[in-house]
């Protein structure tokens, strides 16, 4: 059974059913099937895990079929241990979003949920294409829904973002295909990506083609300074906009850091690894700084999920066993987390309409619960040990410290300020006085938030308590992308 | 000089045309107001039959007929079947708008159908006062299709510059014919170019014939610094006619270049030539296209802009000289027809009776009034910005790998960087469907074939996106059967 082309399809299908219930006039009937769309593409993914032969390396669930016969573009799918993870993540992320916006998004409901099913499949397309051109498509189609979700249910300020994201990640994206096409040419008319990482290429287009894809990918990571449009996009779009923005979209730039520069340009890698250190050392401190300082609690996260991020790009770029395993563990954690706190903003977005810090105060009062969860989801995002947060972190600092000390120093300020800005504005948010009478007049979570919340939180802790069967099915792609790493494709 | 019954044979579809076009305009006569629909539906009879006895009649290789003036080759089949179904969907969706304005009338039919005629004379040119005549037969057609509407002063202003501007194009390439035919004396395309390649043409000579064709050809493409009449064109004639203007004729003129440039100027000498005239020409048209469009209001005026980027990336397959190229520009020229079809049929669908719908404003909050049309004029936009899953993005490719493939890395690059200013004035439009509230809140109507054509329109820019290689295959067996 072709199990990743329903994975894909399942999603997409599902989401073109949703747009054909038409008018707000059936809501209702939209929003459960988008529902019963999301789960069944989270089901399309349980053949994925029961299937799964951890120990094999190699891509799995394969599927060829010729696609496009002129440039002998192929429709070819199958995973390895990466893929699966961030699939897995992309399914369930799905869902929760689907639920988040049960009762905020009252119109163009079907449009709304249409979107979220229909960038899911495309999300799973880029995790499972084994083809280039395959791969760019799906990486470019997503850019579609994520626009319009912006731009049609976000903030005031909803146009300029969606515009600004869109271009940006265009731009990256062109100059990757251009160093595609000329890889294309190199490999001697073939897209596939195995046929890619056999390609020999001398020094000097090596280089041009790491940062033609730095420029892609940099850009979806966000690593600084081309991360400006990220919180822009994240104030201004609707909750399950920034989920899906921080959990899944975020990562499509790691994952092809993984997936195309370190096996087809490995010795551009190796020479230009400290150019990507550098900026993830900035993106670090600096932007750890930046977050410290902002007023409205999207933002800071946004900054926050720029930091975070930039311990994915660390990890992948010390070639060390340890870093890379942590760097992917980061990004699936960091879907949880971040996206966990953006919910929790929407959850106080919802019954206030401010995200500004500045307008709560002494909400535990009134909220407990939800505090409670808030405190969980804040102490992971600064990297409390037993909580996902840490365990990612841990392991890059700990690579970075056998490559060089100064590196790990710096990389662990994260500790320190990812603690500050996260907890400073828990403490200004939750505790103190009640602000205001709106403050006051606060109701604790309703039971779709605590599913929704709850869920989070128990992944959170299982990661972090028990992240041995994520580090074992990372444990044999990661070995074979270090040794594709490794090896020299000088002529 | 005898015609054989196999001339006939490969000119039956033209034949066929010009038959009808005189049938067409003898039956309006005798028609009244209300029946005016007959002539319209002779018109898509004969273009459908054309079409259909090109397919029917096509044949592998290359068969010159009428004393070599003529040949029918797989580039000239697929190109005219093209011709024909793209100006069948103009007449289609012209009928609304046509008769809110009185141009729903023979002379309007009839104009198409000898514009779809000197296209496919020029399609199937092997001579090049044949090519000759096809282009004027066609532009002379669009000059009266520009002006058929007499009591609009900015059709009648547009039609004057056009035949002003055109005539002058013309005159350049005569002028330009005349140098190739004096430098070889032939004007039969195969025996022009075999006297070249024999190397005893002068080629001081030729060279400045090749710089007048190249001056003609950038006219007729509307690449910059030749493209002065489209703006003012697009905006001034009738939407249904800038429609038209706007699709088939860039198909004709892609054969244009094919037979000019490539069959009868082809050898190495000469195609770095006009490699490097052409390679100014499309960077030019990306650059002052893809700009020029963000400052526009008026919708029409914005397409013609892009219209001239598009010209561009065409352009840039026909700069990697080389069968590949080819067939990526023939691509191109194809997809663009068909998704400038769509987005000139959508100002259609929205005009009414005293209303152009011609502004962008025009298209606000479009989602709102009718989420159908929007979500197609959504693929549309998607697609002349050449996004992905899109068709536009296959298109783009194509050239582009061409491009990459001739060594010209710089200019794919460039290309892509303009491509990515054009993006914003598409998400533009996409911006004003979608993010916008509507100002204008009248009901969308339209008679069923409208919608339904328009349906299949928007929906081929995505289906044909997701399954490009058929249509890819088809362009470069095309080309290689040509060649």
Known sequence: MPILT??????????????????????????????????????????????????????????????IERYRVHYHLGIDGISLLLILLNAFTTVLVVIAGWKVIEQRVA???????????????????????????????????????????????????????????????????????????????????????????????????????????????????????????????????????????????????????????????????????????????????VALVQADMKKLIAYSSIAHMGFVTLGVFL??????????????????????????????????????????????????????????????????????????????????????????????????????????????????????????????????EWLLLGLLAALTLFMGLYPAPFNAVLEAPVSELLAQAARSKLP | MTLSAADYLAVWPEILVLVMVCVILVVDLFLRESQRVIGYALALATLAAAAGLIALSSMPGRVV????????????????????????????????????????????????????????????????????LGLELLSLSLYALVALQRDSRDATEAAMKYFVLGALASG????????????????????????????????????????????????????????????????????????????????????????LLVETLGAPALVAEWRQMLTLLAVASLAVGNVAAIAQTNLKRMLAYSTISHMGFLLLGVIAARPD?????????????????????????????????DRLEDFKGLNRRSPWYAFLMLLLMFSMAGVPPTVGFYAKLAVIEAVVQAGQVWLAIVAVLMSLIGAFYYLRMVKLMYFDEPSDTAPISADMGVRVLLSINGLAALAVGLLPGWLMALCQKAIQGSL
């Open chain 1, 6 to 67: 329903l994975v894909i399809w399942v999603p997409i299908f599902a989401g073109l059913a949703v747009l054909a219930t038409g008018s707000d006039r059936n809501a209702g009937t939209a929003r459960w099937l988008a529902l019963a769309g999301a789960l069944a593409g989270l089901l399309a993914c349980v053949p994925l895990v029961t299937g799964f032969h951890v120990a094999a390396s190699g891509m799995q669930f394969a599927e060829k079929a010729l696609w």
């Open chain 2, 172 to 259: 350049l390439l005569l002028y330009g014919m005349s140098m190739i035919y004096g430098a070889t004396g032939q004007l039969e395309i195969p025996k022009v170019a075999a006297t070249i390649a024999e190397g005893r043409a002068n080629s001081t000579i030729l060279m400045f014939g090749l710089v007048f064709l190249v001056a003609g050809v950038g006219f007729k493409l509307g690449a910059v610094p030749f493209h002065m009449w489209v703006p003012d064109v697009y905006q001034g004639a009738p939407t249904a006619v800038t429609m038209f203007i706007g699709t088939a004729p860039k198909l004709a003129a892609f054969a244009f270049v094919m037979r």
């Open chain 2, 65 to 132: 007929a009428l004393n070599g003036m003529f040949v029918d080759d797989p580039l000239a089949d697929a190109l005219k079947i093209a011709v024909c179904l793209v100006a069948g969907v103009v007449v289609v969706y012209s009928r609304g708008y046509a008769t809110a304005r009185g141009l729903f009338k023979g002379e309007f039919f009839c104009l198409v159908l000898f514009a779809a005629l000197g296209m496919m004379v020029m399609i199937s040119a092997n001579h090049l006062l044949m090519l000759y």
């Open chain 1, 111 to 289: 449009q709304y949920m249409a979107a979220f099913l229909v960038m899911s499949g495309l999300m799973n397309g880029v995790f499972a294409a084994r083809d280039a051109l395959l791969f760019f498509v799906f990486f470019e189609a997503t850019l579609i829904p994520l626009f319009l979700v912006i731009g049609v249910w976000g903030g005031p300020n909803r146009v300029y973002a969606a515009i600004k994201f869109f271009l940006y990640t265009l731009i990256g994206s062109l100059l990757m295909l251009v160093a595609l096409l000329y890889l294309y040419n190199a490999a001697g008319g073939s897209f596939d990506l195995e046929d890619l990482y056999r390609t020999p290429l001398s020094m000097a287009a090596q280089t041009a083609v790491f940062l033609a894809f730095l420029a892609a990918f940099a850009v979806k990571v966000p690593m600084w300074p081309v991360h400006t449009w990220l919180p822009d996009a994240h104030v201004e779009a609707p909750t399950g906009g920034s989920v899906v923005l921080a959990a899944i979209a975020l990562k499509l730039g790691g994952y092809g850091l993984l997936r195309f520069s370190l096996p087809i340009v490995p010795d551009a890698s190796h020479a230009l690894s400290g150019l990507v250190i550098g900026l993830s050392l900035v993106a670090v401190v600096y932007i750890g700084l």
């Open chain 1, 319 to 448: 070639f060390d066993r340890l870093g890379m395993q942590g760097a992917i563990l980061q990004m699936i954690s960091h879907g949880f987390v971040s996206g966990a706190l953006f919910l929790c903003v929407g959850v106080l977005y919802d019954r206030l309409h401010s995200r500004q810090i500045a307008d709560y105060g002494g909400v535990v009062n009134r909220m407990p619960v939800f505090a409670a969860f808030f405190m969980l989801f804040a102490m992971a995002n600064a990297g409390l040990p037993g909580t996902s947060g840490f365990v990612g972190e841990f392991m890059v600092v700990l690579a970075a410290v056998k490559v060089n000390f100064w590196v790990a120093a710096l990389a662990a300020t994260t500790l320190i300020f990812g603690a500050a800005y996260t907890l400073w504005m828990y403490k200004r948010v939750i505790f103190g006085a009640v602000a205001s009478p709106a403050v006051a007049g606060l109701q604790d979570l309703e039971p779709r």
């Open chain 2, 325 to 357: 190229g080819y067939g990526a520009a023939m691509f191109y020229a194809m997809v663009y027809a068909m998704t400038g079809l769509g987005a000139f049929g959508m100002i259609l669908l929205l005009a009414r009776d005293g209303f152009e719908a």
